[in-house]
């Protein structure tokens, strides 16, 4: 036992106590303030508005704020409502990224084109057009075709922004596949599809989760197209979380329960796929 303990606490080379004392207590300071900002939230939510305002707790904690969001009053948007759209939007954007995604990046993977590289960054590039600039032309075009205040042009919007990551993404993530299994596939040209489903994409699942867990968090958050875009009837939860916010009165703990109800889908999801997720960022990082 003494033997496993003194193993376990054994510094690597060039590795002094001191730093590796120093590193963990960064470690720790750095995680601290990055999940402070929920932790408050989390505890505002369990106020009342006066203690809220106040940074106080005389009136002890309650779910009344959970209840007072939940329920929303005639003329504004309802949780159900917002939650419904962003469930749509993003899981039919998300499932049609990845379709477009998957054989791409494949072709990208097995089937490198001229300049591929400067293909790729051309995908990854369109991430670093400011969403601001391009407002003006899709509002234009979004009134013409009547789709203001729908689903479809979020879905259409949210599947130009994520396609190019997944694109991105995937592609790294078939390059970790064995090439003999690949080229075994082709060779074989009839049974191309099965060998894709049972040998090639089972390789890549954690990767190919990973992304379209990705896309979903991406498009979910997503803010800015949603409020100049779907102020109508298709609005999402972010947009729901900001309709509590009052000109009158206090409303930061009914902002803070809002809050919370809005990430927990995403938070669940992470938490559900966290394996999945890790084993397929780690993909390809290391040849």
Sequence with gaps: ????????????????RAGVIALGIAAWVVAMLWIFPVGWTVFTSFKNEEDASAQTLHHGLSLQRYSE?????????????????????????????????LPAAYAL??????????????????????????????????????????????????????LPLAIWMLRSFFMEVPRELIEAAEIDGTNLFN??????????APGIA??????????????FYAIQLNFAGASTMPQWVIGNVSTRGNFLAKLSAASIIACLPVVLAGWAAQKRMIRGLSMGAIK
């Design 109 to 162: 993977a097995i089937h490198q084109v001229p300049k591929w590289r400067d293909v790729l960054f051309f995908f990854i590039s369109l991430k670093f057009l400011p969403v601001v600039a391009s407002i003006f032309p899709i509002y234009v075009y979004a009134e013409k075709w009547n789709l203001i205040g729908t689903r479809t042009i979020l879905i259409i919007l949210y599947i130009a922004i994520n």
């Design 195 to 204: 060998q894709l489903r049972s040998v090639i994409v089972p390789i890549a």
């Design 69 to 101: 969001v939940s329920h929303s009053t005639q003329g504004t948007l309802s949780l159900g409502a917002a939650f419904t759209n962003s469930v749509v939007v993003v899981l039919v954007s998300t499932l049609i990224v990845m379709l477009l995604a």
């Design 1 to 16: 036992m003494t033997d496993r303990r003194r193993r376990g606490t054994k510094l690597g080379v060039g590795e002094n």
């Design 210 to 223: 990973a992304t379209a867990l990705l896309c979903v968090i991406f498009a979910w958050n997503e803010y």
